[in-house]
Nanobody, 122 residues
Framework: QVLVAESGGGLVQAGGSLRLSCSFS????????MGWSRQAPGKEREFVAI????????HYGDSVQGRFTISRDNAENTFYLQMSSFKPEDTAVYSC???????????????WGQGTQVTVSS
């Protein structure tokens, strides 16, 4: 089981930037890819990004491609989501979680953290 904890959310203006962090712990961590999802009020959870253990493979959701960047620091057991060029529609609770398989959607993720709120003002 992999435990995660998100941090770094807040209020940001449209066009601005923010970095989220996700600390993770558990056993056999090198068997997991790590990813981000988000859920806006009244909407379904949406896939945001995923990264493999070595950090040499990433995939992004269409709505964030080119604006968000996922990275990781295995020595610190932490991975990140650098977000820029914010749009009001990016407002959501952002959650991180592990996946034992390489996936380009929400399918495969075994769990999600409690999340951190990101609010974009126009």
């Amino acid at each position: 089981q992999v435990l995660v904890a998100e941090s770094g959310g807040g209020l940001v203006q449209a066009g601005g930037s923010l970095r989220l962090s996700c600390s993770f712990s558990g056993r056999e961590l090198n068997k997991y890819l790590m990813g981000w999802s988000r859920q806006a009020p009244g909407k379904e959870r949406e896939f945001v990004a995923i990264i493999n253990w070595r950090g040499d493979w990433t995939h992004y959701g269409d709505s964030v491609q080119g604006r968000f960047t996922i990275s990781r620091d295995n020595a610190e057991n932490t991975f990140y989501l650098q977000m820029s060029s914010f749009k009001p529609e990016d407002t959501a609770v952002y959650s991180c979680g592990p996946s034992p398989v390489a996936t380009t959607s929400l399918l495969g993720f075994s769990s999600w953290g409690q999340g951190t709120q990101v609010t974009v003002s126009s």
